[in-house]
């Protein structure tokens, strides 16, 4: 039998995470209309997420993440608040391509950058693979990908809205979590979601103005509960940075 | 739109050494290297090594372009028993798939679904961000395991080659033998071993000889030959035409009994089906409050991805509030959905006494539907404008020393003139004339009748003591008081009461939802009371209540061919090896009868069951009723599945007790472990095969599967690929068996085609879907191209017709035949309704003995403590005081019995710490982490603990799917090359372990309810110590 004791404590763990706070003025579009180069950006709805890992696996098999490694994948907790039947929330990850991103400005060989359409991609050309963006991402979106030694992350599927198709965790979200669009069309469905939601995104408290927001996220996880991973021991939910997601 | 592949734009030139500082020593080295230190990816620059875009979708035109390197073709997934229409996305040069997503035109995968006269072209841009709703309005999904299991094609532990074992069964050492040698050792039989000489299939197919000495009532001596399937994957009919038409053995069972059977035998005997189990599932996007009890909406379930994504939508779109009773807490539960998505702990196996509560409260507070009750007939619902009726009504005989007793009483009992036979369709049912009960019953009519009476009807014999099927239900409620009820389950009675307000408070808008959660002690009994529940708010057939799927379009009758039936077709006979039929019909009841004392009998048996594999297991050791000589696992694994039967395996291994054993499959699992031959069958997308959907789903639909890439099996000596239909066709050709070979299938004019390979059966098949009602269109050439059916257009034109061959190709362009979503509802109403009653009172239920005990059960939904098959308590044989705790097992979202194999998976999870409640934590001085034992009656096993709070009082809750010995887990050994097991493979541990014997059973076999003969996971008395 595997299940050693070393392999489980290794990876379990009370686990924090970033607080979440509504943020006010989300809907960014508003300001942009009129700006027809579309800025990408995900709204996720936990409300719909039921945790089936679609997004995480497509994600893997899109992209050829290595093994030790997501680009994405989704957080499963059994939060429990004072006086409160516990309740399961699973919370999808990934980077959230912000415009003001922590890991730019560290890249010594600038081989991070912002695109066109607002996604923070690393060249990899270019890459060292020093790590420092890793260490700098608040959201631990970033690992080196120890097949080809540079810093690997989610691109937003670039390669796929490149020939207008959908991110691969988008295209294959069973709950219908995962919403993508321009933020920059306020006609856009996620602009709609935006408009008709209170939505919040992690780690306010960096201003990285991410392109990633949630639906549900502050009622639950509201920086003064204790979440624990409840099915996923051996997640990488508490690896270090250098593993990614 | 602007030019987006302009993507460096801004970006300024790579950076100047000078700016670092001592710290970035290390990136000095590796750029002055002025080399990739890693391996380069495809795309040098920003996306790696992600792959090329199948097509591209110009956001102007909507025009698409594919991408010539890569094939888009719909076809099934099979990595669970839901079986999605999907569309796979292969890599044409190296005959790979590549990834998963769902068909949009399929229900299974996309709400709401596309028309089906959708274009291919269409349906691609259907489900891009340039598309329409920005491709999120159609988005057609795969769930993590879909996306998972195309990693089993590639699996380097398939089976490709036919195997022999070397040494005795189980000793993980093959041979491998060419496809000649397997149907030739299997047919002639032998010394094939080297054991003693072996009967093979030729011998065996004796339709003379009787299956047992002295009792005709089983059949021929082909009925030695025994089959074991899994799940109806598509290819069930072509089984079944070479078992039991063809071979002439009546023998066939599937999984459902150590599945979720208790369940459907429950809904069973609501829905008057016991063999066919129809089921109904809450109309999930206009149903408004929903109790899922054992049932995890979105955790796991069947269909797993349609129902997740309908009740995420109607909890954060749409009115659908629900709560989840479960022991554990899982993903159907969802905390940002506040309200609207609540849980309940629960003991386990104790939903009987939860629904029992609910009805009493209903009862003691007028909160059923009594107008839909009273209605005694169809007739009479119709013309009360009721969409089904019950027999709530219906007299019952309630005198327990009368012959007829718990049947329904009928205008023969009364002497009435009668049409037809006594006890047929067309002898009346009576009722309760309105005017009391000195008038005496009536024959039920078109109007309503009393719900409630009891009293004495004058029969042609004599009085006799009837009762109404409601009267009898409520008694059943009324016999326990709520706080008694309260105990026995583990909900407080406010909540219970709170629960049935809840329910009552919704019309016909509201359900009860269950399935495999049913498989404890009193499953049966307690999934009847649950579906009962929806009974007493007459919900079915209601739009926003219950729903009977829509079916099919059947491949196998249909205008064009005929595939069921065949000249010189045998007809299988005899009483089934799992004694799922009444005991009074064998000659051992007869002479124990004229003996003086006709019970018990020798072991159970089950005549209100379906095919049981949980008991064959007991028949293929104890030989009885009858031996087998032969046994077929076909893509199945009861020796993983059933709970407590590695008891039996150790007589499994002996050829003795059952002397030749064929495997059918892709993989060696524990079961195929065990036998003497593996056929390597094909894998996910290279396989045919028609399904429909088991419920779920208004509309008709059926999925068709194809080989959308070339299979790797190897191909036997006339150039076909070996698997289950090569085969099936070889050893019927070679023994000549009818219904094989050049004149095999009739057409609609009797003109007989071949059936020398599978597309001879499958690509037929799909001309009989297409053609069923107003025919499907031709598939157009781009259609074709598209979807890649030019892969198999050869064949469908050297196959068929010439004006069938698009047809067919429509079928396969499009992943199957989906009847449009506008079909789902006639206004308010379901388009597919359910017509027979349902029933309050079973009479099959209610008047049969227990061949063990000669004794009788209730014929309502009642609330009954886990019994043993001698009658006896579960209880009394395994005391709190000794086994204080319970163990049940839970489906995995990612996980199931076959999987593991993915290895994506254990990437995301690893392996099933067994979770424990806090309290049960505290008191033994259990921490997440530590290590513990659990005992049962039936087995120990050692973990790791997971403490939380979402875990019932007393209660441990394994995740199924982990602690394999097959699949690679161990070692393999073929031609003398081990492969060594993979301990990632083997990770966790299987709750079946655990699983006990009944060990009041003279013959041995495994602890299963003593109604539904299905095998009992949860609620496993145990013991827990920290190590």
Redesign the interface.
Known sequence: ?????R???GA?GQVTIGAAASVAGAGQSASAEGN???HWGMVV??????????C???C?????VP?DA?RT?VS?Y???KDGQ??????LPRLCNHCDDPPCLPV?????T?????GEV??????C???AYCVQACPYDARFI??????A?KC?F??????????P?C????????R????LNDPN??VSKMLRDNEVSVLRPEMHTNPNVYY???D??LDGRVAG?A??????ADTVSHTEGL | MTNRRNILKGVAAAGALGTFGAGYAETVQKLARGKWSGEKPRDAHVVGNSIPPEFSVDPETGDVTLNPNQAMSYTMCIGCTTMCGVRVRVDKAKNKVLRVAGNPYSPMSTDPFIPYESSVAESFAAMAQAGPGQGLTRRSTACGRGNAVLEQVDNPRRVLKPLKRVGPRGSGQWQTISFEQLVEEVTEGGDLFGEGRVAGLREIRDLEAPALEGAPEFGSRANHLVWMNCVDDGRDNFVLRWLKQSYGSNNFTRHGSYCGGAYRSGSGAMFGDFKAMPHAKPDFSNVEFVIFAGTAPGNAGNPFKRIGTLVAKARADGNLSYVVVDPILNNAQNGPSGERARWLAIKPGTDGAMAMAMIRWMFENDRYDAKYLAQPSKAAAEAAGEMSWSNATHLVIVDADHPRFGHCLRGSDMGLAIEGEAYSETDPFMISSDTGPVTGPVPAGTSAAPLFHEGLAETQNGPVAVKTALTLLREEAMSQDMESYSKDCGIPVDKLTNLAREFTSHGRKAAVSSHGGMMNGSGFYNAYALMMLNTLIGNLNWKGGTMIAGGGFPENKGPAYDLASFPGAVKAKGLPFGRNVPYEKTSEFKAKKAAGAAYPADAPWYPNAPGLATEWMSSLVTGYPYKAEALIFRNTNPIYGVPGVAHLVEEMKDPAVVPLIISIDPFINESTAISDYIVPDSVMYETWGFTKPWGGVATKATCARWPVIEPKMDPNAEGERVGMETFLIAVAKRMGLPGFGDNAIPDAEGTLHPLNRAEDWYLRGAVNVAMIGAPVSDATDEDIELSNVARIADDLKATLKPEEWRKAATIFAKGGRYENITRSYQGDKATYAFNPPMLVWNEGLGSFRRATTGTRLPGTPAWRAPEFSDGSNVSDHYPREDWPIQVISFKSPLQNSYSVGAKSLLRIVASNPVNIGRDLAAAHGIQTGDMIRLTTPGGTLESVAVVRAGVAPDTVAIEHGFGHRGFGAEDITIDGETMPGDPRLAAGVLLNDLGMLDPTRAKAGVWVDPVSGTAVRHGLPARIERI
């Open positions: 039998m595997d299940t050693t004791r392999g489980f404590l379990i027809d180069v579309p709805d936990l409300r719909k997420c039921i945790g089936c890992q679609a995480t696996v497509a893997i098999m899109e992209n050829a093994e997501f994948h499963v059994e939060l429990v039947d516990p309740a399961m929330v699973m890249c010594p060989v600038e081989a950058f912002k695109a066109e359409n991609l690393v060249d990899a050309s270019k060292v693979g020093c990908n120890h097949e080809t030694q540079v690997d691109t599927c670039f390669h796929r809205t490149q020939a207008g198709l959908l691969a988008v295209e294959t979200c069973v709950g219908g979590a919403n993508f669009g321009d856009s469905e639906i549900g996220l009622d639950v624990e409840a099915y996923h021991p051996e997640m």
